[in-house]
């Protein structure tokens, strides 16, 4: 039973475009939300995060947006740059047991 | 300041064989993680330990893996006898607080 959707396994951007990528968590002791980027070869490196207290994380070009009723969070990356092109990873997790449970990821790609 | 240590990077063993893979965390970091990535996949959670103790360790297959952080700083993930199906990217990562996780660059194991 996945716990943490990302239903899109790719997603093709023009460079300068807005990229938004989706994912669904069905646990609703879940609290805190992450999103991973991935390059290849590489372990996966901490992008944005989100309590649950919160609907809207914004850092630079990056903007993390929460739906807690639809059990439904995106990540916007404006304006989608060449090195934006990686496997992003949606995680979840319940602040009373700290465990974190990851997405399947979805496969961005910036195209020039 | 250096990163989530792992090595090594890569491993080719036959099936029947064991494997160890062995990881050091960022400094003063009381949380370690082990997680398995499956092509295609998101991490799965291995074991987590909170200083030297496993505080989670219910999707480790204690048939055939072992993990171990004696002194609660470096740890040791170990598979024996390995299976075609282990055949993945084990990934350690570390944290402050089970905070963010900072991940290594894994180790790829290929079972023959």
């Known amino acids: 039973d996945q716990q943490v959707k990302q239903n899109s396994p790719s997603l093709s951007v023009q460079e300068g475009r807005i990229s938004i990528l989706n994912c669904d968590y069905t646990?609703?002791?879940?609290?805190?939300f992450l999103w991973y980027k991935k390059y290849p070869a590489e372990g996966p490196t901490f992008l944005i995060s989100?309590?649950?207290?919160?609907d809207k994380n914004e850092d630079g070009r990056f903007t993390v947006f929460l739906n807690k009723s639809a059990k439904h969070l995106s990540l916007h990356i404006v304006p989608s740059q060449p090195g934006d092109s990686a496997v992003y990873f949606c995680?979840?997790?319940?602040?009373?047991?700290?465990?974190?449970?990851f997405g399947k990821g979805t496969r961005l790609h910036i195209l020039p | 300041e250096a990163g989530v240590v792992q090595s090594p990077r890569y491993k080719i063993i036959e099936k029947k064989q064991p494997v160890a893979f062995w990881c050091n965390p960022i400094s003063g970091h009381n949380t370690l993680y082990w997680y398995l990535q499956n092509l295609g996949q998101g991490p799965e959670l291995l074991i987590r330990?909170?200083?030297?103790?496993?505080?989670?360790d219910s999707q480790l297959p204690k048939d055939r893996f072992s993990a171990e952080r004696l002194k609660g700083v470096d740890s040791t993930l170990k598979i024996q006898p390995a299976e075609l199906g282990d055949s993945a990217v084990y990934l350690c990562?570390?944290?402050?607080?089970?905070?963010?996780?900072?991940f290594g660059e894994g180790s790829r194991l290929t079972v023959l």
């Open positions: 990562a570390s944290s402050l607080d089970a905070g963010e996780l900072f």
């Open positions: 989100i309590s649950s207290i919160k």
């Open positions: 330990y909170e200083n030297e103790e496993a505080v989670d």
């Open positions: 995680a979840a997790s319940a602040r009373n047991n700290d465990k974190i449970i």
């Open positions: 646990n609703s002791m879940f609290d805190y």
